[in-house]
């Protein structure tokens, strides 16, 4: 009996693979075939086709089912599944920064400005308290405050010019003034007062003239001053067109040198007298008028020949109630 040898795989593979190495495949050309291209299989559950609608999942994906390896160790099965986002429209939050450009900045530069002007308008450090004053001695330091009208406004207000002018229309008797303003709230005044030289009495008030013949109200005290009655309304005098009401003259101011000269020559206790028609003189105590005219020329002669026709009337009996010598040539007596 025979027996047949046993079968084993393992030979069979290996002649099978020798077989394959041994005789490489052959073409009818006698060329060698190349080898089949490798086929790429697809998932199906991946696989979208144009035109089969694929369902959305909506439900939570399943889990994946564990394996175990030859090692021993879990691993999870893989499954590949499609997601469709639709149209939502995501967006970042974002925060949008103003843009700068040359207009803001020329407003908030505007603004600054504003907001400086009225500081320094209000604040209290720029506003004049008083001003300082000096040069004055019958004009008191508040009269000429009040009338800068800068008292309680803030110093930026002042205008130097306008104060000065403010300052000679209300003071006529000021011959001239200078405004100095200085910060924070300085308003310096420098003053110059008028000498008085003639206290002038008409029709019922008094008045102070000085050397330019400019007359203003007495103010204070002053020594030495000739007093003048007048009877009337002293000659017009011509002041230059434009001339302020401050600089406007009263008298002429030769009509005061010769009020001045002829002053010392007056008896003691009697004052001086101005007549419009007879110009300068004096009454005497025996009640006679005394005239020298409008003007000082020859008072050393005009005393001269006074003295001579006194002499000259007493002694023939005459009492003459008014002697003028205004002209030498022809005095004249009444």
Known sequence: MTTKPA????????????????????????VSRPA????????????????????RQTSQP????????????????????????????????????????????????????VFLLYTLWTAS???????????????GVSEISLATDMVGAPIFMAVPAQIQENLRVAFPDVASVEVKVAFPNRVIVTVEERMPLLSWFQYGGTTWIDADGVAFTPR???QGLIQVSSNGVPPLVQNPEGTPIYEMKFIAPEMVQAIVILAPHVPSGLAMIYDPQYGMGWQEASG?????????????????????????????????????????ETPIYK
Do not use: H
């Not at 696989?47 to 089969?52: E, I, V, Y």
């Not at 090692?71 to 590949?80: A, W």
């Open 125 to 139: 450090t720029f506003t004049v308290q008083a001003a300082e004053v000096t040069g004055a001695a019958r004009l």
């Open 36 to 55: 089949a291209a490798t086929r790429t299989t697809y998932r199906a559950e991946s696989l979208l086709l144009p035109g089969k609608p694929v369902a």
């Open 220 to 222: 204070g005290e002053a």
């Open 288 to 328: 006679r008028f005394v005239y020298f005219g409008q003007n000082t020329d020859n008072i050393p002669m005009k005393l001269a020949v006074y003295d001579a026709l006194v002499a000259s009337l007493a002694q023939q009996g005459i009492q003459p109630t008014l002697i003028s010598v205004e002209y030498l």
């Open 62 to 113: 399943m889990a994946r089912p564990q394996t175990r390896t030859s090692r021993g160790t879990t691993r999870g099965q893989r499954y590949d599944i499609a997601f469709s986002l639709g149209r939502a429209d995501v967006r970042a939050p974002s925060i949008s920064l103003p843009q700068f450009g040359p207009r803001w900045v020329s407003a908030g530069i505007t603004l600054a400005l």
């Open 7 to 30: 079968y084993n795989r393992s030979d069979f593979v290996r002649q099978r693979r020798k077989s394959r190495t041994s005789n490489p495949p052959r073409t009818t050309t006698g």
